[in-house]
């Protein structure tokens, strides 16, 4: 079986100037966990809810940050509250960056002639979820574990 036989014809994609707050709208209203992001008509890298949540970890010295309970903050002035502004700005700002900022730009790709098992070794070694299919640098294409399970079970995965 080969990656034709379970891929995805319908990719939805985001361009690289999207902001981060409309391709993050777009991972939830299409109920998928990741897209290919392209420069025109070219994969120019791929985004994942995890790139998007990454950007809500705090930098190292962050992480023993004090952060007070819902009633303390009656008690206390949030402006006394060291860099809060700053990261309450920070996060406004985040979502209109273009997507590019936080892509994944070496993206794993495969052939729509390549077997189901170079696609999911591929995906096992490189702990990946998907890859965007690609005939002569063009994008026709998406496969995910779920599809290449899905084929292995007999079902008709792509849709």
Do not use: F, Y
Request: aromatic share 2%.
């Amino acid at each position: 079986m080969n990656v034709r036989d379970v891929m995805h014809e319908e990719v939805i994609t985001c361009q690289i100037d999207d902001a981060i707050r409309t391709v993050a709208s777009s991972l939830k209203h299409h109920g998928i966990s990741g897209m290919p992001v392209m420069d025109d008509d070219r994969l120019a890298g791929i985004v994942t809810e995890s790139d998007v949540l990454r950007l809500l970890e705090l930098p190292e010295h962050s992480r023993n940050l004090w952060l007070p309970s819902p009633l303390e903050i009656i008690e206390i002035p949030l402006r006394e509250l060291i860099g809060w502004d700053e990261a309450k700005r920070a996060l406004a700002d985040v979502g209109e960056k273009p997507i590019r900022t936080i892509m994944t730009k070496h993206v794993r790709t495969i052939s729509p002639g390549d077997s189901i098992e170079a696609a999911s070794t591929l995906m096992v070694n490189h702990r990946i979820n998907r890859l965007p299919v690609l005939d002569d640098l063009r994008l026709v294409g998406i496969v995910t574990r779920g599809d290449i399970v899905s084929g292995l079970s007999g079902e008709n995965a792509a849709v």
